[in-house]
């Protein structure tokens, strides 16, 4: 990796050089990231405690060849544990109607598969919402620990989309907040 230096306008108006190993805090990383939308995705896995989901922004798109994406978790959640040992996933992208499940699997202390009526098992065992307008299952392939947080890679091994769900608007958070984009959000 190429360390850069990066400038800083300080409030006085003199410029200063920081160096890129200077940390800010972690209240200032936080706010500067809550300026910078994600989409809202659910991540279940089955562990070795029984089904486990989280509501996450933080996955990414690896690979198209070979497909691969990644997700990382603070180990502070409540179910990090749970998630970091699980072999297999499914990664939920959600869309705005999906905002109920998406506020179940970001409350901690509660029992996210209690209502049997949201979620089934696909056919190689995953617990998964099907409601999803589109999802993607895979297997770890790598975990990294980085800081207070697990970065893990999986190898797509099934999707699918709803054909019904093309322009659904996708799930926002933003800000503190739920948003969905769509028409009205369009600037081009």
Known sequence: MRHQTIAHHATDGSDERASSSAQISSDDFARAFRQYPGGVAVITA????????????????????????????????????????????????????????????????????????????????????????????????????AGSASIILLSATQSAVDPHSDGAPPLVYFNRGWHHLGEHSQVS
């Open 46 to 145: 089955d562990s070795p405690d029984g089904p486990v989901a989280l509501t996450a922004t933080s996955v990414v798109s690896v690979s198209a060849e070979p497909p691969l994406l990644a997700f990382s978790i603070s180990h502070r959640t409540s179910t990090a544990a749970s998630i970091r040992s699980a072999r297999s996933y499914v990664v939920h992208f959600l869309g705005k109607d999906q905002l109920e499940i998406a506020q179940l699997c970001a409350t901690s202390g509660v029992d996210r598969f209690a209502d049997t009526r949201l979620w089934a098992r696909l056919a190689t065992g995953e617990p998964y919402f099907p409601s999803a307008p589109a999802w993607v299952a895979g297997t770890r392939i790598d975990q990294l620990e």
